[in-house]
């Protein structure tokens, strides 16, 4: 009795081979999304049921590994290698996208903070008058805001003293 080698090319080879393709088709995929890890999760069990089938369909020989099988498990060899590089690719972009909003957020405060000190040094009450009610919640930022509140203020009298000055030197 003589083996068939297309039977095993058509009904494993070829299928595996296939699985395979889809695997680097996922490399197309956005990343942002969870389907793509989905999807090599499930090419991943459907090479496993390959393998499973093979097992049923090949003798057993206690001599050595079939060199089907060993292309097999190359095959998920490197299907698991994909799996890992979208789970670390989405990992930073999920990192990049907190580091993001990290920045954005710092940078709104800034903002607020810049649009606060102006607004402080152009009315006339100091900042202890305007934080005195909720003196239990200052913090070494509100103090070092509170330390450039009066810098400034001191700036913009003495910006005014010297325009003062050079207008009486004019007249």
Request: glycine fraction near 4%; aromatic fraction near 6%.
């Amino acid at each position: 009795m003589k083996r068939r080698s297309i039977l095993y090319i058509v009904n494993f080879l070829m299928p595996v081979m296939f699985f395979l393709c889809l695997d680097l088709a996922t490399f197309l995929m956005s990343d942002t999304g969870g389907e793509k890890l989905g999807f090599q999760i499930t090419l991943l069990l459907a090479v496993t049921v390959m393998q499973l089938l093979l097992n049923e369909i090949l003798p057993s020989t206690s001599d050595r590994a079939p060199l089907i099988a060993v292309y097999c498990i190359g095959i998920f060899a490197l299907m698991m290698l994909s799996l890992l590089e979208t789970i670390v690719v989405m990992y930073l972009i999920e990192k990049d996208s907190q580091d993001n909003e990290a920045e954005r957020d710092r940078s709104l405060n800034e903002k607020k903070l810049s649009r606060a000190f102006i607004c402080d040094v152009s009315s006339d009450e100091t900042s202890s008058e305007m934080l005195k009610g909720s003196s239990s919640q200052i913090t070494g930022e509100s103090h070092t805001s509170e330390k450039l509140s009066d810098d400034l203020r001191e700036v913009v009298k003495t910006l005014a003293q010297i325009i003062d000055s050079r207008k009486e030197q004019n007249n």
